[in-house]
């Protein structure tokens, strides 16, 4: 089952590999379940002229692609790559985040990074990079890892879903490790199925080669009662932390590095867990005793 899912989320014409504009295009049609009748339909477009873009006998104009993106709901990134593709100047622009353009968009992740206050919150790219973070998380992975080291700086960027799953870094803290990585690997297996880019493929690729982790096709054990949502239970020593998260983007992105941003925070799921971060916070309890 998961052989298959690796072919599967790893087998993108677009972007690396695509040949041209119309294999590009029949590979996302079949990819997110349109017949050509019925992608020229919502396109306006007749299903001949579509069989022609497809094969190259015609050639699409810059409307015409953006007009199909938008009926497959392609990501502002696979958008790019077909029109480039078909010989186009890319549509979207791809900005650094200390742009001067976006700093209002900056503005408004550090403000919900100081909300989230005492508790973790992080801002991520698609790929689950760390790009910030708030006190509240530095303090949390102080707890669980201890101080990070100078020399880090210079480090391989760090990857918060390879931490969650490397036996080396998070996975010894989650008492309920293997629900939790059940959980976030099926999450990463839909991103690399819905974005389409050999890099979330490698992502997944590179999740599943670790170690003792659950098959994607795997059901749990249901046990009742249950929580309303996913708790990730994390203990250190005598310090055990409950924690669920809400995952925030940018509701109309017109730039591919926008699109791709990400904010988890994590929240308390009980009022010990709670005070245990205001503590941190307060300077009442040690983040590294």
Known sequence: ????????????????????????????????????????????????????????????????????????????????????????APAWGESDLSAPEIAQVNNALDYMLTQQEP?????????????????????FTEFLLGPTPASAAAAEPVNLAVALVSPDVLRPFIVNWE??????????????????????????????????????????PLVEPRAPVLVIHFRKGETSLRLFTTIATLGTPQDVTLQEIRVECFFPMDDSTAQVFRDWASGALSVCP
């Open 1 to 88: 089952m998961q052989d298959r899912m690796r072919q599967r989320s790893g087998s993108s014409p677009t972007n690396e590999t695509a040949t041209s504009f119309g294999s590009g295009l029949r590979w996302w049609r079949e990819r997110r379940g349109f017949s050509q009748l019925d992608l020229a339909g919502a396109a306006e477009t007749t299903q001949r002229h579509l069989s022609f873009l497809e094969s190259g006998r015609a050639g699409p104009s810059r409307e015409m692609i953006l007009r199909l993106a938008g009926v497959l709901d392609l990501p502002l990134r696979q958008q790019n790559a077909l029109l480039l593709a078909a010989g186009f």
């Open 119 to 139: 508790y973790p919150a992080f801002v991520v790219d698609r790929r689950w990079t760390l790009l910030r973070a708030n006190t509240g998380a530095v303090r």
């Open 179 to 220: 629900e939790v990585a059940l959980y976030f690997l099926r999450g990463v297996q839909a991103d690399a199925i819905a974005d389409g880019t050999r890099a979330t493929a490698d992502l997944l690729k590179r999740l599943l080669a670790f170690p003792e982790l659950p098959g994607l096709s795997r059901v749990l």
